[in-house]
């Protein structure tokens, strides 16, 4: 029965965003927002990369991201191997379906902190403001105060159900372990 529901909360990764980055700043007092979709980023995006010129950041698009290819491919199997699993009904492949999915995981938060490093370490040396020793690496997950910019970054409802997908799943295989 869980292979439906994680599915199911795997599909909404096409509906709604995965993650949000949100910035706070006297000059935007309503802030400004970031939404990473599983195959496009949108929000404030034109602004955000009107700031961060300033400051030498490279401007984000949706172009410069090999993501935005392969993740989409890599759920769509991955939810394909999981009708496979309910139909032949082995725990085997269950526990191994399980485990495919923590790795995609793994591999997709190691792939996010790579950008966001790179993003916020790598500058241009010719931008108009220069704080030495500074580097604007937004967070991986939480707050961080970068310079006058209050930054938040999260899961968006996208993001809560893939994490509420891999909480049943490792839930439902270790029940299954235990019980043995």
Known sequence: MSIPIVIICLATLWFFPM???????????????????INDVK????????????????????EDFLEFVFMPVSIGLFMAAG????????????????????????????????WEYNYGHNLDPNAPIQVPGMSYQPPLIGYKKLLNFEVLSQPDVGGWFYIASGMVLVGITFYEWKKK
């Open 83 to 114: 009708v496979l699993v309910m139909v032949l009904k082995k725990k085997i492949l269950y526990y191994i379906w399980t485990g495919i999915f923590l790795l995609i995981a793994l591999l997709s938060f190691a792939d996010f902190y790579r």
């Open 19 to 37: 993650w949000r980055i949100d910035m706070r700043a006297p000059q935007y007092p309503d802030g400004l927002s970031m939404q990473i979709w």
């Open 43 to 62: 929000g404030d995006v034109p602004i955000i990369n009107g700031l961060n010129h300033y400051i030498g950041m490279k401007t984000i698009h949706r």
